[in-house]
């Protein structure tokens, strides 16, 4: 799909100075709505930025206006590059991803206003989020790989606790 393609089938809307990404065709639940751009890497990240593998950060263009919720109906799949429909949406539909799916620690943490029943109420990276949450979402091959070592270094410093 050429970035051509990705324009024709997605609009950034703007309303009170806040930016949302819409839809401009209906998706199925599984069908790849768009690639995810890489042309730009970063080791750091920011607002426009999408969380790619652990060290690395990509500006993603149009697919920043990507709001969060806690009930997405997009999924950022950092291994094939691409943004998936977890749901089907309707056409004029906005889209939403999990931010903690893509993100381990935000460069700008927030409230989350998603009203969703199962909202975490602050959206600062998975690193925050307790397992019994995260295992509830779609989560990105780096961000599992963060959780398994967060995990080892707290059994290896409890370890050490009771040996002491």
């Not at 709001?67 to 429909?85: G, R």
Request: glycine letters at 4%; proline letters at 5%.
């Amino acid at each position: 799909m050429t970035s051509t393609t990705v324009m024709e089938t997605l609009a950034i809307k703007t309303e009170n100075k806040f930016r949302t990404l819409v839809t401009k065709r209906a998706y199925k639940k599984g069908e790849v709505i768009c690639p995810i751009p890489s042309e730009n890497i970063l080791d750091k990240p920011n607002r426009f930025t999408v969380q790619i593998a652990r060290d690395k950060h990509t500006h993603v263009g149009k697919l920043a206006a990507l709001n969060h919720s806690c009930d997405p109906n997009v999924i950022l799949d950092t291994e094939s590059m691409v943004m998936i429909a977890c749901k089907d949406i309707e056409k004029g539909e906005e889209l939403f991803f999990f931010y903690p799916s893509t993100e381990w620690e935000m460069n700008a943490p927030f409230i989350c206003l998603c009203g969703s029943s199962n909202c975490i109420h602050v959206v600062a990276g998975a690193r925050f989020l307790p397992l019994s949450t995260l295992e509830h979402h779609y989560l990105n091959p780096h961000i599992r790989e963060e959780m398994i070592d967060l995990l080892n270094a707290t059994k290896k410093n409890l370890t050490k606790l009771t040996a002491e």
